[in-house]
């Protein structure tokens, strides 16, 4: 058999790192679904190859988050290596060593945000951001898009890429009034550079195959063949499924491995998904069959009934009434950008983050500066209940001179009033500061 995709495995299970024995992220997640594609025979599919993650650096973290007090207190070697994984996925893609890559890594990343105290979501870097700012340092000029399929909100990479116009986020998930974090309204659209690229599909507990599939179909797709971006990231979680002991939907291994097949990502990444004997193999499965052009209709769990799981028409006039409203902003997103906006020189925007593994409560005020040459300069200012605090300025990748000028500029200045930890990101250099 060969694949009609040549398709890169990167598996790594973090034997050494776990929140606590009997935690629902741990590396059982990935040993019965490792059983599960030895047994299908996927190592012996032509195209099909395993490759060794890759080691990320102190530097590769400081890309993306300000990580106190540093990032060397706060990572752990397997977080450095689930970095790696998605590092090495991009790398094998972009370079034209094989069309589709499938990191299935943990420790899981997609509830980090710029600023990191610790664990919160079960994450404490966001590894598809340091990934794509890695590969960003060879490509500079990648359109991406980042599709979250994990059933909770990815509110840390939303938070990362909230100002970033060449990064396209979009989410779909379990309703937040109903499951951690409590984020990903419709009306969280991004920041005054990159206002309306930044896509929230909040569903109704109980949404199955047909509910997400109408998203891809009716929303997703349509946003991508207008975005074309040059890249496509699947944030694959995998804790939609009906087997799913944190959430309440009811989605499959078929679902999933047609959602795949029609998303066609270039790199897919293991999120959440916490039903390791009932739905991992057979979704893990169905996506790598899915990347590599393969057959994976037979690809079923045997307790799977399509009639139990159907989503009720109650739950599909709701789905569908959320997608015509997202595909609505977005396609007005310039006209909303324009009301949200005018007149402002500056938008400042507070937020309470909590780390509910850590045990910490986070408060910010971002300072997203509006300029008509770039995105911007955005300001971080972090206090927690521990009593740490931070200011991070991060200046974007697109930079004018202006902008870069005043980034410096608001670092020294921070120095001056007496804070203790700074941050600094220019992005348009590649360059990272802290004091």
């Avoid at 690229?197 to 109980?206: A, K, S, T």
């Avoid at 990444?269 to 009932?278: D, F, M, W």
């Avoid at 300029?371 to 009593?387: A, E, F, L, Q, W």
Wanted: hydrophobic share 35%; net charge negative.
């Amino acid at each position: 058999m060969k694949a009609n995709n040549s398709l890169g495995l990167i598996f790594f299970p973090a034997f050494d790192w776990a929140i606590s024995p009997a935690h629902p992220e741990r590396e059982e997640r990935l040993l019965y679904t490792q059983d599960q594609l030895f047994e299908e025979g996927v190592e012996d599919i032509e195209g099909i190859n395993f490759f060794n993650p890759s080691v990320a650096r102190p530097a590769d973290v400081q890309r993306v988050h300000f990580a106190y007090p540093d990032v060397d207190s706060i990572v752990s070697e397997s977080h450095y290596i689930a970095a790696g994984g998605v590092m090495r996925a991009l790398d094998a893609v972009m370079s034209k060593e094989t069309d589709k890559a499938f990191a299935m890594v943990r420790p899981p990343g997609h509830h980090a945000q710029r600023v990191t105290y610790g664990d919160r979501g079960f994450c404490i870097i966001n590894i598809e951001a340091v990934g794509l700012e890695y590969i960003r340092q060879k490509h500079p000029d990648l359109r991406v898009a980042i599709i979250d399929t994990d059933c909770h909100h990815g509110d840390g990479t939303q938070d990362i890429y909230w100002n970033d116009p060449d990064t396209l986020f979009i989410s779909f998930h379990q309703d937040g009034r109903t499951l951690y974090p409590g984020t990903g309204d419709m009306s969280e659209l991004g920041g005054p550079g990159a206002y309306g690229y930044n896509l929230n599909i909040p569903l109704p507990p109980n949404t199955g195959d047909e509910g997400f599939l109408h998203v891809l179909d009716n929303v997703v797709l349509p946003v991508l063949d207008d975005y074309k971006p040059d890249l496509i990231i699947n944030s694959a979680g995998q804790d939609n499924h009906y087997t799913d002991p944190l959430t309440n939907m009811n989605f499959s291994a078929q679902g999933y491995a047609l959602l795949n097949e029609k998303l066609n990502p270039d790199v897919a990444v293991l999120e959440g998904g916490y039903s390791i004997e009932g739905a991992l193999p057979y979704v893990n499965l169905g996506i790598v069959l899915a990347m590599a052009g393969l057959d994976y209709s037979a690809v079923r769990e045997p307790d799977y009934h399509e009639a139990k799981w159907r989503q009720s028409q109650r739950v599909t006039r709701q789905v569908e009434e959320i997608s015509r409203q997202v595909l609505k902003n977005w396609e007005n997103r310039k006209k909303l950008a324009e009301e949200e906006f005018r007149g402002l020189r500056k938008v400042t925007l507070p937020r309470q983050v909590y780390y509910d593994t850590a045990g910490i409560m986070e408060t910010q005020r971002q300072e997203f500066t509006i300029c008509g040459d770039c995105p911007g300069v955005n300001v971080i200012h972090s206090v927690n209940d521990r009593g740490a605090s931070l200011i991070g300025v991060q200046i974007p990748r697109q930079a004018c001179p202006s902008c870069q000028r005043e980034g410096y500029r608001l670092f020294e200045e921070a120095a001056k009033a007496g804070v203790k930890r700074r941050f600094l990101q220019d992005r348009s250099n590649d360059q990272y500061f802290a004091s």
